[in-house]
């Protein structure tokens, strides 16, 4: 730490600054030394406020995506009727076989989550709920790509089926 005598301007080095008066070995002024002013700690506080604020900004932005989320979902799911078989397995047993649609409503690439099948009885109870992997990982902006899957619950209960994609935590 450098020192300043007020008087004859010498200058001293020492470890730290001390909390009692000093004296100069050349002039004899007698002083309290003060904390020199340090640029660094105001770039510090410049720095750390623009971080919060920057922080602050991210947050409300998120909020905002997620509170409009279920209006703006840039990809869209669907099951269309004609695309759902009743189909039996190499045992004998009768499958259902869904055919469905995942489509990117947006300019951006994004990447496909695993899709979830709900099967549901005739009071809307959930029967089986059957997650499998996409048949891509990526999905281009404005485009479709087509699932298919076999589901392994008995058809003869299901009375609704509905699509959605498994949201990763």
């Not at 189909?87 to 979830?116: C, H, M, Q, W």
């Amino acid at each position: 730490m450098k020192i300043t005598c007020d008087f004859c301007k010498t200058e001293y080095n020492l470890d730290k600054i001390p909390n009692t008066s000093v004296q100069c070995a050349v002039c004899g002024h007698v002083w309290t030394p003060r904390m020199p002013f340090s640029k660094n700690a105001t770039i510090k506080l410049i720095l750390s406020i623009r971080a919060l604020i920057a922080a602050c900004i991210f947050c409300l932005v998120v909020v905002l995506n997620f509170s409009n989320g279920s209006k703006n979902r840039p990809l869209i799911t669907k099951i269309d009727e004609k695309n759902i078989h009743i189909v039996t397995d190499e045992n004998g047993a009768k499958r259902i076989f869904v055919s469905g649609d995942i489509t990117n409503t947006t300019d951006d690439i994004y990447g496909l989550p695993n899709i979830v099948i709900i099967s549901y009885d005739s009071h809307d109870n959930v029967l089986s709920r059957q997650a499998f992997v996409p048949p891509s990982t990526l999905l281009e902006p404005k485009t479709t790509v087509t699932f298919n899957h076999m589901l392994s619950v008995d058809p003869t209960h299901v009375k609704r089926l509905s699509v959605e994609l498994k949201e990763s935590k």
